[in-house]
């Protein structure tokens, strides 16, 4: 970008009697301006990333920072008096629900950096998740209209527009794209549906609710929508530059698939290749085992999704047909491989009328890896065991990342400007952080200052924005994720209930003053999960308002979490809350945040938790729990109900659901929690997340970690040792093994 001309017209531009929106507009659109001659179509192989989710977060300030113009535009505002934090009120791009949409938002980020080439393609959904409030502590839901604010940063390529075909109807798919700037500048393109209102459905909202036939054909449509029109450009262009001999098509394309959303584009292209280009079966087959690469993100069940075939019929007649003729292919090569009638069946592609998405993916992909070591192991051992037994050279690991850029140096200056003098360098080579003495006395002053500011800074922003004064000397505690049960929100409040009840009687008497953060939306339709919210809110307004130890303990649940608030929390936190139940945390990617800026984890030996411990020791981290190994040997003799009759403070803690402590205005949400714990469901056991399994140990590695918080300098020491031993965990390093290891693609 021509930075000097761009800062010239910045100059000139007027800002008096405009609002934030005006400004914001007028000043990403200058930027678009500059940035447009160095944005430029590629030919050459490349990268495409699949994902139905993209968490962008807020792009004014990241895009001003990576076009290096970010400290003249906050000067030259400042001489027109205006602040620069006015463009705060710009709402988030929030195209996603969690740490897949995030994953692919730091990928992207990082690709750029990098100079790899790496193109998204996604939906561009009206609507983001939901935006959320607390009513009387329920979670209510409202719209996320974040176009309200426009859309400066994409450009709508109607020309380029597709028709998608189902039975019923036809769609049109216009791609909206999105500069993402680093060394290189790389697209993100994600498809609007248009064309009638029925059309138009399709990229209303993330996620529609699918506990409904019309909710599930809606989430098919959404899938083979965005997968359909990716697919159906990168052949059109691949002919137009090649022509029909497809057999080099992987030779240009690395698809990575997200998570099965985006499985359907294995049977478009086979579809496409057969039906409109006459190649065999077989030769599409192997031409589309050449070009998909496969990221699995959990092991839960819920999660690897199945579509049940009829259904799937009824509006792709032509996709269900594929899927149904891959299962023939794949059977006929697993008998010659030798393999049981057992194994086969756990790989099937089309089993009892549905269709296994994830096994299609495992089948056809060139590669399938885990997100961390433990979950990749997991994956082999268990998940796709038979997979692995046959196909072992598939399988590889890429331990996730994050970007940071956003992560670090936009959300925490005043520690990049630190890292700046204690390790130049760092910022295009990261590693060189490790080589900060973290023992040295004036480095761990500024760092334990630093770590003031950005904590001074989070408890402003909560002051605006929750209308709570929180003590300023505080040690801050957060759990800041989807909510989902085995993430344990719920031990983390039966944990702050524990430690109220020894306040109150007095057994805690050189308690820090703590402050425990809660930041999650729970799915609309997830009835468990929001009830938690309600308790976690119950609990926090009766510790909140007890004057015997608001002092102490305060606990805060904010609203409408999303990115640009995690920015704030990442930095300002003492201890990164990662308690999930061992085995079923991927990898995690919010523990790498607070890790990146100086927090100390009390969290079980889970997802990518293990490799923090590896990176910044077990003896600078407070880890607790049951092992994977460990909840295995106990699982089917597993009864919480003796913890409840042996442990009194544990019972004490969980009968508050039901004793009348809290109230739930008779919704029934806390019996019901009640009831999951100690006598289960027809789905689940009793206490299928083994709460009060970790409980003890986990109460007394929060209680740890506030002992030594008391002794600034020992525990700033560890939270220092943690933000300087996070390199491995940027996505550049990640991304730099897809790069080479699956995709090959290079620098360029």
Known sequence: MKKNEFLKELKDLQTENKDVKELYMEVSALAMKYLSSQWRPYTGRAAYYFSIEY????????????????????????????????????????????????????????????????????????????????????????????????????????????????????????????????????TLRLYQAEGSDEAAKISEYLYPADDTEEGKILRIRQEYFFSAAAIGELVDKFVQAHGTYFKRFPNYHSIQLNDTHPVMAIAELIRILTKEYAVGFSDAVRIAKRTFNYTNHTILPEALECWDYQLLERILPDIAAVFKRLQSCAGREWKKLGCTESESEKMAIVQDGRIRMANAAVYVASTVNGVAEIHSDILKKEVFAAAYRYYPDKFQNKTNGVTQRRWLMLCNSELSAMFDRYAAGWRSDMKKIEMIDTSDQVVLHE???????????????????????????????????????????LMTAFAILRIYFDLKDGKLPDFYPSVFLFGAKAASCYYRAKGIIKYINEIANLVNHDPQTRDKLRVVFVQNYNVSYAEKIVAGSNV???????????SGTGNMKFMMNGAVT?????????EIVEKAGRENNYIFGATVEELTAIRDRYDPNVILTKDLEARRVVETLTDGTFQDDGNGYFSELYRSLTEGAPWHKADNYFVLYDLPEYVNALLKANSEYGNKELFSQKALYNATHS????????????????????EI
């Open 447 to 489: 760092f334990i200052a630093v770590k003031e500011t950005k904590k001074k800074e989070l408890l402003q922003y909560i002051r605006e924005r929750e209308g709570i004064e929180l003590p300023k000397d505080c040690m801050v505690y957060s759990q800041i994720k989807r909510l989902h049960e085995y993430k344990r929100q």
């Open 602 to 610: 009390v969290g079980t030996m889970d997802g990518a938790n293990i």
């Open 55 to 186: 968490l962008m977060g807020r792009m004014f300030y990241n895009n001003l920072m990576e076009l290096g113009v970010a400290e003249q535009v906050k000067e030259i505002f400042a001489k027109k008096g205006v602040d620069i934090h006015v463009f705060e009120e710009v709402e988030d791009a929030a195209l996603g629900n969690g740490g897949l949409g995030r994953l692919a938002a730091c990928f992207l980020d990082s690709a750029a950096g990098l100079s790899i080439p790496l193109y998204g393609y996604g939906i561009r959904y009206k609507y983001g998740l939901f935006k959320q409030q607390f009513i009387n502590g329920y979670q209510v839901e409202e719209p996320d209209d974040w176009l309200a604010w426009g859309d400066p940063w994409s450009v709508r390529k109607e020309r380029e527009s597709r028709v998608i075909h189902f039975a019923d109807f036809d769609v049109t798919a216009v791609p909206y794209d999105m500069p993402i700037i680093g060394k290189r500048i790389n």
């Open 576 to 586: 990164s809350l990662q308690v999930s139940t061992a085995g079923l945390e991927a």
């Open 727 to 746: 390199s491995y965990f940027s996505s550049d390093r990640t991304i730099a093994e897809y790069a080479a290891d699956i995709w090959k693609v290079n």
